[in-house]
């Protein structure tokens, strides 16, 4: 008897665990799954049914029009000025109130967290949608304040590599560069720079695999290769993975 009622008190409290547990994810997913995080990872449809869900109707109806009618946007800012002129947002819910400023087309500097999740905002929220990948781009380039487009392991260790990321750009950017130049070697030739993609300077490997890719688009665009054999940066990529791959 005595030992029937100790194992159901330890199921009891197993159960009472579990039940915690599951509680503690729910909250979790609660916190992550919001309008505004859905927003910021450009899940439009995930953040409509959130806000049918929370009951924020007026913010549902709003982002189903998202990146749509300029004329949308300009009263939605007229609105969020008014709220603040009259102080009304400090009844509004943080996340809820950065929302609809999102969606009005506002940039906060502070919602991004890398520049490649800022270069998608730039996208979605702050251009008309007619707007080309050049007009975005350059556009992204003329901001001091948005994240920088730094390379991975530079934008994960900060602290480590901060200073290569004042020196370098990401490979995927400065392919996102050429295409928008219309063939500036300089990009491209950029692109093959090992710090661009990784932090040790001797591994050449991806640099080369891009060598072979990318060397075709030369003549696509109608520059000379031997010409650009000529450039130091290309040469020195040439021979470095050259040597490499002969070790």
Known sequence: MLRKILNSCSNTGTVNTEEEEEKKEEEDDEKENTV????????????????????????????????????????LRKQIEIWRSQRCDTFIDDDVLKSYSLLAGERNTDLPSTWKQALLLEFLYYHPPNSTIVDVVSEYSRHDDLPKPVPRYAERSPETYGDFGNLF?????????????????????????????????????????????????????????????????YECHLVNCQSHTTL
């Open 36 to 75: 505004l995080n859905f927003l910021l990872c450009g899940r439009i449809d995930d953040a409509f049914r959130t806000a049918l869900k929370s009951g924020h109707l007026r913010l549902a109806t709003i982002v189903t029009q998202a990146g749509g009618d300029e004329r949308m946007r300009d009263l």
């Open 169 to 233: 750009r990401s490979t995927e950017w400065n392919l996102l560069r050429f295409y928008c130049e219309r063939g500036q070697v300089k990009s491209l030739t950029q692109s093959l720079q090992s710090r661009s993609h990784t932090p040790i300077f001797l591994q050449h490997m991806l640099s080369w695999h891009l060598l072979r890719t990318l060397l075709p688009l030369f003549s696509s665009i109608g520059c000379d290769v031997d010409s650009c054999r000529d450039k130091p940066l």
